[in-house]
């Protein structure tokens, strides 16, 4: 059936016509007019699904091959004279075995030609990277690569069958002595099923047919010829369910331009840009402009926009583009003329065995032809040396049978000595020998054949005795010969998950309106929360305690009452909430301290206990764990005379627990109102701070580079090109300057070593010890002159300087300056040592030759650092305790039931 060729109205009738002698043309809207298509289904569809799989789509396991593709290799092997044939010779010689077309016969030969293993091509083949197709057949040229004459083909060996018109005979399988499968993959389309074969690394196969023959563990991974990186951790061994991530190569040209290098498998440059293209459409990515530059190699180059991280843009290809892709891998193979489903280390097993099965048949083939030589041999030197061909009954024999009966007779003290009977043929064979052959004969010549074979022989039967090694040697001269051809172009690791949410471009802004209730990206004149991005959940907590998750959206209705909304991140352990409520109307008061990280979005939650009447008095969000202290100003109790109506609250000395808790009873009395008495500080440890320097900025998403674990009252050290440094925190919403020459966690005690040329003594270069300040204004260590220039600036313990003299009256040698011995350690003001008031060409640091002893654990003491008067929060400060009642009694509340 021709790939183009359907089932259609006039097939279907003509079949039933011959099944059924009473059809006749119904009208489709009789409903008593039925006719029952069981025998459509279950004949003549699972006829053609069978064909299709057995005979199409699917590769055997015997070979590695598809039909089309054995018959191709068949065909060019009957061509087969060392030089190159036009494709569209090798498409017509195929079309006596294959009867589909020269459409997909073509196209099966170029994809062959593609993957550069069977086929040795010339010409335009087209282009995996580009999606270029090939030239036509009737300008590119093939043969047999030296590797398929090596490996595939052994008419001795091979079961033979006739061709679909009769007239000539193709292979049932080829002699195929190597995993061809597993190192040209496959893919195709049945009926009900489908096979996708991951192509594998040439000289990796030859490894794991070894590790197998020798009992050894060996495992297999895909090699992509579009190169790439691969994460292999649910491959599941080629089986059907496994997923494999396979990213493209990206570099940094430069802090505004990534290159993608390499494309994953079954993408092309083209397809990859319009998937970055479309990214960059819906606002997933900033990106300025996408130049394809591919020709030989792929060069793909993301111009990013100004003030866009390279590094959170190189996370966003991965999440939002076809630079990583899932491949799900279905190894179906035909075995025993049914389709299987089996792992990669099956096939590559049943493989190695075909392999060893055919050498083996190889041997015996060729042990077969020596023995039979060895026999002929044997048989000639009797004839010969008896010279039985002169005996008078010989020469005088009436007919051929006599003479025959005359030699078989002769024979016969010999025939214990022969391999085999001697048969009629045998002697006749003998009496068909030339005389100038008899008389050019040679004992010597004749012994040394006869033991020549037996030596071949011997070795033969030795190999079969030893079948294991033979293999193994055998994949060992593969790998050898042809292994440097292939090497692995995709690498294997581990990807770190990429959290879409965490790389989107926050294009959005998200508003509240609090009057009538509704909350959106769309709600431009009403309050701004905060950026956001169009696949970003926002979290929502309400005044009575509730608390959901809602999908960001242009305007959506949540309701009143709202008094806390973010962006919500799932997962995230260090945003923690504290809050004090009121359980019921008038139950006792709870503070509790919890953070969210996963919950079922649109599901409403409570803070609270759920009672009825229950209202949250506090609530705060700390991004990174703050625990602040709060004052509470408890009601009047008019049957006290003396009472107590202030109480503080450290959060810190709250434990944090599940969203769930009840929390921790704070007081039976009624509250008047609860205030902030002064910020905290954070009670998760220490967090990992980065910098990124293509928006210096500062992150806690592992964008740029590791600035050190900061805990409370740790700075972030900042020293600019012109010589000014500063001290700062490490918030997230800092700003940093765009000629920063170091930025590091500070540390009080490092001593740094400048060399400067100083304006105020004619330029001369001097040399400085110092440690930096700890204050958040700036200040120069250059000193107070605008003209002095900074040579070098180094934090190394012991440090060594080399001085290059550039006079050329006055030539002098260079002069090395061991810092710590040159100067002392004083402040960053001091002025510092000349070095010389010769004229200098050069300056700089040399290695050093020793470095600082480690330190034991406790002799750092925690450095101590300058902290910033806290602002006075108490709303109460100030007042005398009479003021405070009369506000009180004033119902001057902060928290009413009309407000909450």
């Given at each position: 059936?021709?790939?183009?060729?359907?089932?259609?109205?006039?097939?279907?009738?003509?079949?039933?016509?011959?099944?059924?002698?009473?059809?006749?043309?119904?009208?489709?809207?009789?409903?008593?007019a039925v006719h029952h298509l069981s025998g459509m289904y279950q004949n003549w569809f699972l006829d053609y699904a069978s064909y299709v799989i057995l005979e199409r789509?699917?590769?055997?396991?015997?070979?590695?091959?598809?039909?089309?593709?054995?018959?191709?290799?068949?065909?060019?092997?009957?061509?087969?004279?060392?030089?190159?044939?036009?494709?569209?010779?090798?498409?017509?010689?195929?079309?006596?075995?294959?009867?589909?077309?020269?459409?997909?016969?073509?196209?099966?030969?170029?994809?062959?030609?593609?993957?550069?293993?069977?086929?040795?091509?010339?010409?335009?083949?087209?282009?995996?990277?580009?999606?270029?197709?090939?030239?036509?057949?009737?300008?590119?040229?093939?043969?047999?690569?030296?590797?398929?004459?090596?490996?595939?083909?052994?008419?001795?060996?091979?079961?033979?069958?006739?061709?679909?018109?009769?007239?000539?005979?193709?292979?049932?399988?080829?002699?195929?002595?190597?995993?061809?499968?597993?190192?040209?993959?496959?893919?195709?389309?049945?009926?009900?099923?489908?096979?996708?074969?991951?192509?594998?690394?040439?000289?990796?196969?030859?490894?794991?047919?070894?590790?197998?023959?020798?009992?050894?563990?060996?495992?297999?991974?895909?090699?992509?010829?579009?190169?790439?990186?691969?994460?292999?951790?649910?491959?599941?061994?080629?089986?059907?369910?496994?997923?494999?991530?396979?990213?493209?190569?990206?570099?940094?040209?430069?802090?505004?331009?990534?290159?993608?290098?390499?494309?994953?498998?079954?993408?092309?440059?083209?397809?990859?840009?319009?998937?970055?293209?479309?990214?960059?459409?819906?606002?997933?990515?900033?990106?300025?402009?996408?130049?394809?530059?591919?020709?030989?190699?792929?060069?793909?180059?993301?111009?990013?926009?100004?003030?866009?991280?390279?590094?959170?843009?190189?996370?966003?290809?991965?999440?939002?583009?076809?630079?990583?892709?899932?491949?799900?891998?279905?190894?179906?193979?035909?075995?025993?003329?049914?389709?299987?489903?089996?792992?990669?280390?099956?096939?590559?097993?049943?493989?190695?065995?075909?392999?060893?099965?055919?050498?083996?048949?190889?041997?015996?083939?060729?042990?077969?032809?020596?023995?039979e030589q060895l026999f002929f041999a044997s048989l000639e030197k009797i004839f010969i040396e008896e010279r039985i061909y002169k005996e008078r009954r010989f020469e005088?024999?009436?007919?051929?049978?006599?003479?025959?009966?005359?030699?078989?007779?002769?024979?016969?003290?010999?025939?214990?000595?022969?391999?085999?009977?001697?048969?009629?043929?045998?002697?006749?064979?003998?009496?068909?020998?030339?005389?100038?052959?008899?008389?050019?004969?040679?004992?010597?010549?004749?012994?040394?054949?006869?033991?020549?074979?037996?030596?071949?022989?011997?070795?033969?039967?030795?190999?079969?005795?030893?079948?294991?090694?033979?293999?193994?040697?055998?994949?060992?001269?593969?790998?050898?010969?042809?292994?440097?051809?292939?090497?692995?172009?995709?690498?294997?690791?581990?990807?770190?998950?990429?959290?879409?949410?965490?790389?989107?471009?926050?294009?959005?802004?998200?508003?509240?309106?609090?009057?009538?209730?509704?909350?959106?990206?769309?709600?431009?004149?009403?309050?701004?929360?905060?950026?956001?991005?169009?696949?970003?959940?926002?979290?929502?907590?309400?005044?009575?305690?509730?608390?959901?998750?809602?999908?960001?959206?242009?305007?959506?209705?949540?309701?009143?009452?709202?008094?806390?909304?973010?962006?919500?991140?799932?997962?995230?352990?260090?945003?923690?909430?504290?809050?004090?409520?009121?359980?019921?109307?008038?139950?006792?008061?709870?503070?509790?301290?919890?953070?969210?990280?996963?919950?079922?979005?649109?599901?409403?939650?409570?803070?609270?206990?759920?009672?009825?009447?229950?209202?949250?008095?506090?609530?705060?969000?700390?991004?990174?764990?703050?625990?602040?202290?709060?004052?509470?100003?408890?009601?009047?109790?008019?049957?006290?005379?003396?009472?107590?109506?202030?109480?503080?609250?450290?959060?810190?000395?709250?434990?944090?627990?599940?969203?769930?808790?009840?929390?921790?009873?704070?007081?039976?009395?009624?509250?008047?109102?609860?205030?902030?008495?002064?910020?905290?500080?954070?009670?998760?440890?220490?967090?990992?701070?980065?910098?990124?320097?293509?928006?210096?900025?500062?992150?806690?998403?592992?964008?740029?580079?590791?600035?050190?674990?900061?805990?409370?009252?740790?700075?972030?050290?900042?020293?600019?090109?012109?010589?000014?440094?500063?001290?700062?925190?490490?918030?997230?919403?800092?700003?940093?300057?765009?000629?920063?020459?170091?930025i590091e966690k500070w540390d009080r005690n490092k001593v740094w070593t400048a060399v400067l040329y100083d304006a105020d003594n004619e330029g001369y270069p001097y040399?400085?010890?110092?440690?930096?300040?700890?204050?958040?204004?700036?200040?120069?260590?250059?000193?107070?002159?605008?003209?002095?220039?900074?040579?070098?600036?180094?934090?190394?313990?012991?440090?060594?300087?080399?001085?290059?003299?550039?006079?050329?009256?006055?030539?002098?040698?260079?002069?090395?300056?061991?810092?710590?011995?040159?100067?002392?350690?004083?402040?960053?003001?001091?002025?510092?040592?000349?070095?010389?008031?010769?004229?200098?060409?050069?300056?700089?640091?040399?290695?050093?030759?020793?470095?600082?002893?480690?330190?034991?654990?406790?002799?750092?003491?925690?450095?101590?650092?300058?902290?910033?008067?806290?602002?006075?929060?108490?709303?109460?400060?100030?007042?005398?305790?009479?003021?405070?009642?009369?506000?009180?009694?004033?119902?001057?509340?902060?928290?009413?039931?009309?407000?909450?």
């Amino acid at each position: 059936m021709n790939d183009n060729e359907n089932f259609n109205g006039n097939d279907i009738e003509t079949g039933m016509e011959e099944k059924h002698s009473d059809y006749k043309p119904v009208n489709r809207f009789d409903a008593a007019a039925v006719h029952h298509l069981s025998g459509m289904y279950q004949n003549w569809f699972l006829d053609y699904a069978s064909y299709v799989i057995l005979e199409r789509a699917v590769p055997n396991i015997e070979d590695g091959l598809k039909p089309v593709q054995r018959r191709i290799l068949h065909s060019m092997k009957r061509m087969d004279d060392g030089r190159y044939n036009k494709v569209a010779n090798i498409v017509g010689h195929t079309m006596q075995f294959h009867p589909h077309g020269d459409a997909s016969i073509g196209d099966a030969l170029v994809q062959m030609g593609q993957k550069n293993l069977l086929i040795d091509t010339q010409g335009n083949w087209g282009n995996i990277l580009t999606g270029d197709r090939a030239a036509a057949p009737r300008y590119i040229e093939a043969r047999l690569s030296k590797f398929a004459l090596d490996t595939v083909f052994n008419p001795k060996t091979t079961e033979w069958q006739m061709s679909y018109d009769g007239r000539n005979k193709e292979p049932v399988a080829l002699p195929v002595k190597f995993p061809l499968l597993l190192a040209q993959g496959a893919e195709g389309i049945a009926v009900g099923l489908s096979s996708k074969v991951l192509p594998h690394n040439f000289c990796e196969l030859c490894d794991a047919a070894i590790s197998y023959l020798r009992g050894e563990p060996f495992k297999l991974y895909p090699d992509f010829p579009t190169g790439g990186a691969i994460d292999v951790s649910r491959y599941n061994d080629g089986q059907r369910g496994g997923v494999l991530k396979v990213r493209a190569k990206i570099e940094k040209l430069d802090n505004k331009t990534l290159v993608i290098r390499e494309i994953p498998f079954g993408k092309t440059a083209d397809t990859l840009k319009e998937s970055i293209l479309k990214a960059v459409e819906k606002g997933k990515i900033k990106v300025k402009k996408v130049d394809d530059m591919t020709s030989a190699e792929v060069e793909i180059q993301v111009h990013l926009a100004p003030g866009v991280s390279s590094d959170k843009t190189l996370d966003a290809l991965y999440a939002f583009s076809d630079c990583e892709v899932n491949i799900s891998p279905n190894c179906c193979v035909i075995e025993d003329n049914k389709p299987q489903f089996l792992t990669i280390s099956d096939v590559l097993r049943h493989s190695t065995d075909n392999t060893m099965g055919l050498l083996r048949k190889e041997l015996q083939i060729r042990r077969g032809e020596l023995m039979e030589q060895l026999f002929f041999a044997s048989l000639e030197k009797i004839f010969i040396e008896e010279r039985i061909y002169k005996e008078r009954r010989f020469e005088q024999a009436k007919d051929m049978n006599e003479a025959i009966a005359f030699v078989d007779e002769k024979l016969t003290p010999f025939k214990p000595s022969f391999v085999r009977e001697v048969t009629r043929d045998d002697i006749l064979r003998l009496m068909e020998i030339k005389m100038q052959r008899i008389l050019k004969f040679n004992k010597d010549k004749a012994d040394e054949l006869i033991a020549r074979i037996k030596d071949e022989v011997k070795g033969i039967d030795h190999d079969l005795a030893h079948m294991t090694d033979v293999t193994i040697n055998w994949f060992t001269f593969i790998k050898e010969k042809y292994g440097h051809e292939h090497p692995r172009l995709t690498e294997i690791r581990s990807f770190d998950t990429i959290e879409a949410t965490k790389v989107v471009e926050a294009n959005e802004k998200l508003y509240i309106n609090r009057q009538e209730g509704f909350v959106g990206t769309g709600l431009k004149k009403d309050e701004f929360v905060c950026n956001c991005s169009d696949i970003d959940d926002i979290i929502l907590f309400y005044r009575d305690g509730k608390y959901k998750v809602i999908k960001v959206a242009d305007k959506i209705f949540v309701g009143k009452n709202v008094m806390h909304v973010q962006v919500f991140k799932k997962n995230d352990k260090r945003t923690i909430y504290n809050a004090v409520y009121r359980d019921g109307k008038k139950g006792y008061y709870f503070i509790k301290r919890f953070n969210v990280t996963s919950i079922t979005r649109d599901k409403e939650y409570d803070l609270t206990m759920g009672t009825p009447g229950s209202r949250v008095m506090y609530f705060t969000a700390n991004p990174n764990g703050e625990a602040e202290t709060i004052k509470i100003t408890l009601d009047l109790d008019p049957t006290k005379k003396k009472q107590n109506i202030f109480m503080e609250k450290d959060f810190s000395e709250v434990i944090i627990k599940g969203r769930a808790s009840r929390g921790n009873l704070l007081s039976k009395k009624s509250i008047h109102r609860i205030g902030l008495k002064s910020h905290g500080h954070s009670t998760l440890g220490g967090r990992r701070v980065w910098f990124d320097p293509d928006v210096n900025r500062i992150n806690y998403e592992e964008h740029g580079r590791l600035l050190g674990e900061f805990w409370d009252g740790d700075s972030i050290l900042v020293v600019l090109d012109n010589g000014e440094f500063y001290i700062t925190n490490f918030d997230a919403n800092n700003h940093f300057e765009n000629n920063i020459l170091r930025i590091e966690k500070w540390d009080r005690n490092k001593v740094w070593t400048a060399v400067l040329y100083d304006a105020d003594n004619e330029g001369y270069p001097y040399i400085k010890r110092f440690e930096m300040e700890a204050i958040r204004k700036h200040q120069n260590y250059l000193g107070e002159n605008p003209n002095n220039k900074p040579v070098l600036l180094t934090d190394t313990a012991y440090p060594r300087i080399l001085v290059t003299f550039g006079g050329a009256d006055e030539p002098r040698p260079p002069m090395e300056i061991d810092a710590e011995s040159f100067i002392a350690v004083k402040g960053f003001k001091a002025k510092g040592k000349r070095i010389t008031t010769f004229h200098i060409g050069n300056i700089e640091e040399l290695e050093p030759l020793r470095m600082p002893e480690p330190k034991n654990e406790g002799d750092n003491e925690e450095a101590e650092t300058q902290v910033e008067e806290e602002e006075n929060l108490d709303p109460d400060a100030g007042k005398t305790q009479q003021q405070i009642i009369d506000e009180i009694t004033g119902q001057l509340n902060l928290f009413t039931d009309e407000d909450l």
